[in-house]
């Protein structure tokens, strides 16, 4: 069966016993799912969660690829059909997986943080210097750089859809404005969905149920085309 690794939002959240209808939508269509708890997670200890303030894209980065590499190990996966995908610190994620590795089929980063210099400046929240990243967004962007997916958007090659909503506050839409012109750019292989101001950070949970329905079918869309499913 073709492969999904799905990633949580937060990232000081966390995958728990409970029905999740995305998780259980993607089954229903063919695809095993693996969603974990890498560290940076809750429900492991004030240590797990601690363990990437100010370094995403390292610790967590470590722990997502090894569980790939367990679920890759199964002899009912499709290791040449995989594909990763999650939204907000999970699009985080996906962008940053994808640009630092080709091992993934195709790519889903919905509601993304893409460049954490932006970022600092536009959420609906204060950034205040050395809280959490080193540094500020106005006069000391070295660290944040380094820690942003855009930075190494010269090395993607997996191909990617863009999934954002005009009325994200929480991770604005210009996060996914930039990420696609970075590829477009480079005629990378990408696209972007843009949902109206009525959408917010939460869309695909509290979003339009005509508009949830067609995030999903936008989803199912680029995994079929990718991974060549029946519907493709």
């Known amino acids: 069966y073709p492969f999904v690794l799905y990633i949580h939002g937060g990232p000081h959240a966390q995958y728990g016993n409970t029905f999740f209808h995305e998780l259980q939508w993607l089954a229903a269509e063919g695809y095993v799912v693996l969603y974990?708890?890498?560290?940076?997670?809750?429900?492991?200890?004030?240590?797990?969660?601690?363990?990437?303030?100010?370094?995403?894209?390292?610790?967590?980065?470590?722990?997502?690829?090894?569980?790939?590499?367990?679920?890759?190990?199964?002899?009912?996966?499709?290791?040449?059909?995989?594909?990763?995908?999650?939204g907000s610190y999970g699009g985080y994620m996906?962008?940053?997986?994808?640009?630092?590795?080709?091992?993934?089929?195709?790519a889903i980063a919905d509601r993304l943080v893409g460049n954490l210099v932006s970022?600092?400046?536009t959420c609906d929240f204060p950034w205040p210097q050395n809280a959490y990243f080193k540094g500020d967004h106005w006069s000391n962007i070295a660290d944040l750089w380094a820690h942003s997916p855009i930075a190494y958007a010269g090395n993607i090659e997996t191909p990617l859809l863009l999934i954002h909503s005009e009325g994200d506050l929480r991770c604005p839409h210009g996060q996914a404005e930039e990420f696609f012109s970075a590829l477009r750019l480079q005629r990378k292989t990408v696209e972007y969905v843009r949902y109206p101001e009525e959408c917010s950070?939460?869309?695909?949970?509290?979003?339009?149920?005509?508009?949830?329905?067609?995030?999903?079918?936008?989803n199912r869309d680029w995994l079929a085309r990718f991974l060549k499913t029946e519907k493709a």
Request: hydrophobic share 35%.
């Open 36 to 86: 974990t708890n890498p560290r940076g997670s809750k429900g492991y200890g004030r240590e797990h969660t601690a363990a990437i303030k100010g370094d995403w894209g390292n610790k967590d980065y470590q722990d997502l690829m090894l569980a790939t590499d367990w679920a890759m190990k199964l002899d009912y996966v499709d290791t040449t059909r995989t594909a990763v995908m999650g």
């Open 94 to 106: 996906t962008a940053w997986i994808v640009g630092h590795t080709t091992r993934f089929t195709c």
């Open 119 to 121: 970022m600092a400046g």
């Open 201 to 218: 950070h939460g869309m695909s949970r509290n979003g339009p149920p005509s508009l949830r329905l067609h995030r999903l079918q936008a």
